[in-house]
């Protein structure tokens, strides 16, 4: 895609208006948002999403429009697991829920601005040495079995080497002093929760980015696409945490489905490389394929994972019941007043 400065340049005007509405509505009333609210909220950045991709479908054509879909559901859907972390976070450091908004919103601006970052090196490295996809394959795969071998335990949070390096060095306080960063205890200035916790979401998110960069690079090689995917996939990510927060804990196999999604682009990466390279027998595979992968991959994943929920709570509902009956035969029946 050979684009002039000002697409470059609207484009990241458009982001930035959105982010800065979007700090307007969290500012003039923090708290906890309804449940309808955040439903309203996420269909509105999908459905700018999917305007957008159908924009690129009209203009660009069906590759470019494809291979946006593609990793813009991708990413989006790499951004849900992250979100189980995120919640963690936020328990782990007891945030007040009418701050929720301020921390995560603030988290995903920083994890934009550390992406794009991100991207322009990536891009730079793929022009420059081609056998990074050999690389990008190959972690994309290691990911992949390592989310599988992981997807069963329980996961907790671990602070990361940048966090432990500002709880270590700045001075903090325990205490939080409503929304602001830094508070002022016995004449010192010190910084507030409010800001590790800032940085926990936008370093951990960063590290996230070490699998849905190369994940997405394996989808389309074009810097445009790659950015405003990941921009679109982080937009709608403080509603979709309100939203789908309690429903976390009933997708119990999309590990597995994003793993099987992370191993098939690391093959792809690689059978696309060796094609690239001269091997006869290496196909290429068309996004469309890709894409079609992806889309009933996730679909397979989110109905299993709900009748899996389903069954188990029946089945403790029955366990209940039946214990309840034991109880009563042990105790004797219970009176009626």
Known sequence: MNLPTWAWIATIAGFLAVIAFDFYLVARNPRDPSMRESTIWVIVYVSLAAAFGLGLLAVAGPRYGGEFFAGWITEYSLSMDNLFVFVLIMS?????KEYRQKVLLIGIVLAL?????????????????????YLFGAFLIWTAWKLIKESDEDEEFEENRVLRFVRRTV????????????????????????????????TTDLLFAVDSIPAIFGLTQEPYLVFTANAFALMGLRQLFFLIGGLLDRLVYLSKGLAFILAFIGVKLILEALHHHGVAWAPEIPIVVSLGV????????????????????????????????AEEDLTGPRSAG
């Open 92 to 96: 782990r450091f007891a945030v007040p």
């Open 294 to 325: 992806i889309v009933v991959t996730l679909t397979v994943t989110t109905i299993a994972s709900l009748l899996k929920s389903r069954r188990d709570a029946a089945s403790g509902g029955s366990e209940s019941g039946a214990g309840s009956e």
């Open 171 to 202: 001075p903090s306080t325990k205490e939080y002093d409503g929304a602001r960063l830094t508070t002022v205890v016995d004449g010192r200035r010190l910084v507030t929760p409010m800001l590790i916790v800032m940085v926990a979401i936008g």
């Open 113 to 133: 601005v550390l992406r794009g970052i991100f991207i322009a090196l990536g891009a730079e490295a793929i022009s420059r040495f081609d056998w990074m996809f």
